[in-house]
């Protein structure tokens, strides 16, 4: 958070109110009344919100009227210092003066806003802020004059145009906010409709088209999902997560991980639909053998989900042969389920800890037809992962041709059903290191720790060719931080490091 000053009345929080009340109506005269909105500034205290939201009322009174109506409403503040708590008090009776002036449609709709943790589109509003469909032209209008009043914020994005509401308004609107259940439903039901479309073009082509509206939908999601738990809805909350579940590895959005493990602690053992969603290394992965969830139950003895507590484990402790006998139910689950995408990607996970056991056939056959799978329809990222396993393990086994066949391939990257990246040329080392080099900055700035440590391995052997160890002992000493098992020639992320002198 940034404190904003107060602005000084004769000047800067002039131009501010003229510049809001013109934007509400050009036609009114400011000129001829100057001193009035110096002392409508003065008497919100330079506050730039408060003034903003005075001069959104121009269009209905005279910065005249508007003196005299605050005069009526704001407290007489005179002498003694302007204090921060002095100032907190006059914003606040500025904006309840605000929303007193609102026709009740608008302030119906405002109190019901908060509901949203980020900023929303006009759909959003329309979808939980009206009570039936036809109150979508009404929500249209009303959410229009809240902009126009300052109460409702307006910002550009990547998905056009979206509005918010700020913080002090969305409090003192939470205050108000009706006690109905139905208001939650609603935007929980919304989230689940935007987040089964975003997880549509997450599994797809237009993957990276799906990255920055999940990002913008987050904190909403989050909100319903801890809302959904709260009620110990695990039916609800697998709905509102399963769409992204991958997300968590994919691209390192803990979050997931964390509502997974809340989810599977609200879920009856025998819930086998549930459970497929999050087969991963969550929770499942830390509890004993012995926990309520792996025993005691007849049916869940004889169900495949009893491989799920143990492949996570095996995941996270990177077992690979552990991981190998449980990899099979786990797929067959999902697929009985109807998540084959899930199916195929648990596999694809697994696979760098099936290299790690020395299993290079197994791999070999399974990710070559995840490879062709992906060919057909995938998002880029796990075509591209399929690949690059291939090659690793190609390189493993020391088939020099097919390195270099699924590398460029992987490289290359045919996204988004046709287009491609331009590759610099082959034996160009300076450009690979820049690349390199950069990539590796990025990795590490968002803390993506699994590819960081693959991509840091060939950095290493770039370094040792070029003779610049000081360089690969850097990143020799960033892998043994963030992966422990990387001690000295090999690691779990399948890549050698090559020897070098003392």
């Known amino acids: 958070m940034v404190a904003v000053e107060p602005l000084e009345p004769t000047s800067a929080g002039a131009e501010l109110f003229r510049t809001r009340a013109l934007a509400v109506d050009a036609t009114v005269d400011l000129d001829a009344h100057h001193s009035d909105v110096v002392d409508i500034c003065q008497r919100l205290d330079g506050i730039p919100l408060a003034i903003e939201l005075a001069a959104g009322r121009t269009r209905a009174f005279t910065p005249a009227d508007l003196r005299a109506r605050l005069d009526d409403s704001l407290p007489l503040l005179t002498g003694g210092q ?214 005691g139950s007849s049916t869940v003895a004889a169900s495949p989900t009893i491989r799920w507590p143990g492949n996570a484990r095996a995941y996270v402790s990177g077992d690979g042969a552990a991981l190998h006998r449980c990899l099979p139910d786990v797929a067959s689950a999902l697929e009985a389920c109807g998540d084959d995408a899930t199916a195929r990607f648990v596999q694809l996970m697994a696979a760098g800890l099936l290299l790690s056991a020395g299993r290079f056939s197994e791999v070999d056959t399974l990710v070559s037809a995840l490879a062709e799978q992906y060919r057909r329809q995938s998002p880029p990222n796990l075509l591209h992962q399929a690949l690059q396993t291939l090659g690793y393990s190609a390189s493993l086994q020391q088939r020099t041709a097919d390195v270099e066949q699924y590398f460029y391939e992987a490289a290359l990257g045919q996204w988004s059903g046709g287009g491609s990246i331009s590759l610099p040329p082959r034996g160009d080392r300076a450009e690979a290191v820049e690349i390199l080099c950069g990539y590796i900055d990025e990795l590490l700035e968002h803390d993506n720790v699994v590819a960081a440590s693959v991509v840091s391995i060939e950095f290493i052997n770039m370094m040792a060719a070029m003779e610049r160890y000081a360089e690969a002992r850097q990143m020799i000493r960033y892998l043994a931080g963030v992966m422990p098992t990387t001690r000295g020639r090999r690691s779990r992320s399948a890549g050698t490091i090559c020897p070098m002198p003392t």
């Not at 989230?191 to 990276?208: F, K, P």
């Open 82 to 295: 302007r204090t921060a708590a002095a100032r907190h008090r006059t914003l606040e009776t500025t904006i309840r003066w605000s929303y007193d002036l609102l026709d009740a449609g608008e302030q119906n709709l405002l109190r019901r806003l908060p509901i949203f943790v980020g900023a929303f589109d006009l759909a959003a509003a329309e979808a939980v802020g009206g009570d039936a469909p036809s109150d979508d032209r009404q929500v249209d209008n009303l959410l229009a004059g809240l902009v126009e009043r300052s109460m409702v914020a307006v910002e550009r994005g990547q998905s056009g145009r979206r509005f918010r509401l700020l913080e002090t308004i969305r409090q003192f609107a939470a205050t108000l906010a009706p006690e109905e259940d139905g208001l939650a439903k609603r935007h929980a039901r919304w989230c689940g409709e935007r987040v089964a479309q975003i997880g549509d073009q997450l599994r797809g082509w237009t993957e990276i088209e799906g990255t920055e509206p999940l990002a913008e939908l987050w904190p909403d999601l989050r909100a319903t999902l801890a809302w959904a738990c709260a009620r110990r809805d695990p039916d609800r909350a697998t709905a509102l997560l399963r769409p992204v579940a991958t997300e968590l590895a994919l691209r390192a959005r803990h979050g997931v991980g964390d509502f997974a493990e809340r989810i599977l602690d609200i879920t009856p053992v025998s819930s086998a639909a549930t459970r497929a969603a999050f087969p991963g290394p969550p929770s499942a992965a830390r509890r004993p053998a012995t926990s309520r969830r792996t025993v």
